[in-house]
């Protein structure tokens, strides 16, 4: 089994051999940011998957779910970290 060291090594190959080919960066990388969590479009699409909403209603309730989505990420990183914490 790889170290993590080994395994840093090994993915950094990997991605500067990907990205030393790619002649379009952008268009490689539209898919990741159009569906991350990131993306506005992506939670319209989870509040409104039928696109019914009027698109005002629509992006309140996005921005609203994406909040909520990371202010719950943060939670569970908080308490990881005190899990880590009070394991020391």
């Keep these: 089994m790889a170290t993590p060291a080994e395994r840093r090594s090994i993915a950094s190959l990997a991605a500067n051999s990907r990205w030393a ?13 159009n569906n991350s969590p990131a993306s ?19 992006l309140k309730r996005a921005e609203n779910a994406k909040t909520a989505y990371y202010q719950a990420l943060m939670r569970k990183a908080r308490a990881a970290k005190g899990r880590k914490a009070g394991a020391a």
């Design 21 to 33: 080919k790619e002649d379009d960066r952008v268009a490689a990388t539209a898919k990741a940011r």
């Design 40 to 58: 506005i479009e992506h939670w319209m699409r989870k509040v409104d998957p039928d696109g019914r909403m009027p698109h005002p209603e629509r």
